[in-house]
């Protein structure tokens, strides 16, 4: 079912490739994005549908599959970063039941933003898949805690220079909160986030610019490192 058409509602909708070999998960799936408001513009069973889905279609986010057909190992992922090189404003949100570190910082490589990497089985709110969903879109990061803890893990020396403190910053930012979502979790002000995170941009050595854009590229940094 490579490339099938799905219609959309909304106008100004999230535009929405999706590529998932099962039949089952991938039309639950339109089901429910258009349901939220998303325009599911087309679906996809294998890699190859999926480059010539995005290539038809240019969406705003793509949602993947890490192991897709013939093989069903590495296919998804492999379409994955040859999307981001040839689609800088494209999303890639990975969805997968695999929990591969390695495979995120591949999606990371590059400067480019907008990825996102959550697990199937922990996903137990819709709100919070949709809401991962339209941050990608939009060009930030969405990486569930147990891809970031496993990166954090190996442990690399440009992290070295992060107090304890601006490490658990830096991973919470990663996966996606806003510094006073930050703020309710760490159980400080957002002043206090606030000097926490531009301490995280000096010693990252990210100049002043857009702030959303630095968070980005922390974040990027930040994963690149701890993923090698």
């Known amino acids: ?12 909708a999230v535009r929405v490739v999706i590529a998932e070999d099962s039949v089952i998960l991938r039309e639950g799936m339109v089901e429910l994005l258009t349901a939220r408001g998303c325009q599911v513009v087309a679906t996809a069973g294998d890699a190859d549908g999926l480059l010539a889905a995005v290539a038809e279609h ?3 986010v793509a949602v993947v599959d890490i192991r897709m057909p013939p093989t069903h190992t590495d296919e998804g992922i492999r379409a994955a970063v040859q999307l981001r090189t ?4 494209l999303g890639v949100l990975v969805f997968s039941q695999h929990a591969e570190p390695s495979w995120a910082a591949r999606l990371l490589a590059g400067e480019a933003a907008g990825v996102g990497y959550l697990l199937k089985e922990r996903v137990s709110a819709t709100a919070d898949f949709i809401e991962a969903l339209r941050r990608v879109a939009a060009g930030g990061v969405a990486l569930d805690p147990v891809i970031v803890s496993r ?3 190996n442990g690399t020396r440009p992290l070295d220079r992060l107090t304890a403190r601006e490490r658990e910053v830096l991973d919470l930012m990663a996966q996606g909160h ?3 979502s930050l703020a309710g979790l760490l159980t400080i002000s957002e002043r206090a986030v606030e000097k926490h995170v531009a301490s995280v941009f000096a010693k990252f050595d990210l100049p002043p610019t857009d702030v959303d854009n630095r968070r980005v590229k922390a974040v990027v940094a930040y994963l690149q490192a701890v993923g090698t």
């Open 151 to 153: 990166m954090l893990n």
């Open 178 to 180: 806003s510094n006073r």
């Open 58 to 60: 240019r969406p705003d």
């Open 1 to 12: 079912m490579s490339g099938e058409t799905v219609s959309g509602e909304r106008e100004h």
């Open 86 to 89: 040839e689609y800088k404003e």
